[in-house]
């Protein structure tokens, strides 16, 4: 997979379909460079840093995490400077590594999800907590770029993080959009139309989704009307 670069300041690694691995990115400030997702193992966050480091770009200093999924966070204990994830993310980042504390659970998680077994066939799965938790939204100024860290309701988790960059034009999503995993990827109509006002009320060009190519927003927007009857 090759970098790729959004206007002049945002660097991502595409999302990788056969792995389910999801997108990574890279917001590079004066001062500071934020990351978004930590990804899904040592693995993956370390081929994102390797080709930070062929571009000559750096390694972020704070890593901002959209959802505690595992393709989203399972590579937080190797990543570079801080990471920042919402209240609830840290609740259930912290379920998610007591439950996997139990020898039983890895095998069984690796049964019931492919992709994590393929992950993870060699290496073993190591669950960090957030070193800065956060409600609501949080600013971060990283020198010439802003980031807006936020809370917002979706379909897809109860956790769900959105970053707006609003100098690049820019909302990254995670999986916000999508259904409900852990309940038959089930679409609830309530929180998809909530999650449709916020991004209506956000001032961006481009949305970045976990999964998928960046798109405009009013390609995404249309894209959500379909699916919310
Ligand atoms: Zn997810």
Partial sequence: MELNKLGERTFWLPHQPE???????????????????????????EEFYAQLDDAGLPRPDLTAITHWHWDHTFGMHRAHGLTVACRRTGELLAQARASLADPAAVPALKRSE?????????????????????????????????????????????????????????LFLGDATCGDPFDGWRVDEERLRALMRTIEGIDCETCLLGHADPLGKGELLGYLATLAG
Avoid at 141 to 159: K, Y
């Fill in 19 to 45: 792995n389910d691995r999801p997108m990574l990115v890279l917001l590079k400030g004066d001062r500071l460079a934020l990351a978004v997702d930590a990804g899904a193992s040592a693995a993956h966050v």
């Fill in 114 to 170: 492919e992709h994590i077994a393929c992950e993870y066939a060699e290496a073993g799965i190591v669950v960090a907590l957030p070193d800065v938790v956060f409600d609501g939204e949080l600013l971060l100024d990283l020198g010439g770029l802003t980031a807006r860290v936020l809370t917002a309701a979706s379909p897809h988790s109860d956790d769900t993080v959105l970053v707006h960059v609003p100098e690049e034009g820019l």
